[in-house]
């Protein structure tokens, strides 16, 4: 029997409305039927980063942690949302640390700005690894003012590599 590849995307299709109606571990066994039958799994990269772009944050790291290294989600443009639901959750991971890194190499420093206006907004309880690792990524593409912003603040919140980082070095006298 021919595996059709509209089939395949239908199927896909599917697994993303158990995701979104909070059915994981349903759209997970879809998900990994249709990367069995499929010879090049690649091809299907776009889904992951719809994944991303649709689903609760609620859900987001679990989908992420079951079917997220069948993917490469550092190839999706909307890693702003991996990102937003760490803040949101309190939670600092591998897969917000790879958004963070992905859209540094992306050179998207314009979403990394626009994470950091968000940041207090959606929660102004977040934790202080979160703001470190959010001011590496900016210092990194190039935002010294508010990575060091950010180090104060995450300094002010306990993290001791943050204090030690949130010096901004006196501008140099032309003599």
Not at 23 to 46: A, T
Not at 82 to 96: D, R, W
Request: charged share 30%; with cysteine; proline share 3%.
């Amino acid at each position: 029997m021919a595996i059709v590849k509209s089939d395949l995307i239908k199927r896909l299709m599917d697994a993303k409305k158990f995701f979104i109606n909070g059915y994981v571990d349903e759209g997970v066994k879809i998900v990994q039927d249709v990367l069995k039958l499929s010879p090049q799994k690649e091809e299907y990269n776009w889904f992951i980063c719809n994944v991303i772009e649709s689903v609760d944050c609620k859900y987001l790291f679990t989908i992420l942690d079951k079917i997220g290294s069948s993917f490469d989600i550092s190839k999706c443009q909307n890693l702003k949302n991996v990102v937003m639901c760490g803040i949101i959750q309190n939670i600092y991971n591998t897969h917000v640390d790879l958004a963070l890194n992905s859209l540094v190499a992306q050179g998207k420093r314009d979403r990394l700005e626009d994470i950091t206006k968000e940041i207090f907004k959606v929660n102004p309880d977040v934790n202080g690894e979160i703001l470190y690792k959010l001011a590496e990524a900016l210092r990194k593409a190039g935002d010294e003012r508010d990575a060091v912003l950010l180090l104060q603040e995450a300094c002010k919140k306990g993290i001791k590599e943050a204090c030690s980082n949130a010096m901004v070095p006196p501008p140099r006298s032309v003599m």
